[in-house]
């Protein structure tokens, strides 16, 4: 059998076969490579996330109890004063007898009564 002009012999086809086979060999390569650092990237980019997240986590856990910590420190102060301010107003009205008119009301009813009043 003699082969048509212009066409490639068997040699020819098998090395342009070979030839095919080592570029897709090399492209599968390629890809595999480019698959593997996709992944690592994402891997590391998760990684990341993840690492940032549990540090945002963790500042606003310490931002809020030290928060909390200032409000109470500010309610104890406030309360404090008010229990003193009480403590002052208290130890005046032990002093100052007959400001209000209930702490007058025998001074009242023995001007009211005069002689009638009974000690």
């Known amino acids: ?3 048509p002009s212009g ?7 098998v090395e342009a076969l070979r030839r ?3 570029v897709e060999a090399e492209w599968e390569a390629r890809l595999r490579e480019a698959r593997a650092t996709a ?3 994402e891997r590391r980019a998760r990684d990341e996330a993840e690492a940032t997240l549990k540090a945002v986590i963790a500042e606003a856990a310490s931002e809020r109890a030290r928060r909390i910590e200032e409000g109470r420190a500010g309610i104890e102060r406030d309360a404090e004063a008010i229990r003193r301010d009480g403590e002052q107003a208290a130890e005046a009205a032990r002093r100052e007898k007959g400001k209000r008119p209930s702490d ?3 001074e009242v009813l023995r001007a009211v009564l005069g002689p009638y009043s009974h000690d």
């Open 7 to 13: 066409a490639p012999s068997d040699t020819e086809t």
């Open 104 to 106: 007058r009301a025998d």
């Open 39 to 41: 992944e690592g990237q």
């Open 1 to 3: 059998m003699t082969e």
């Open 20 to 22: 095919v086979k080592a």
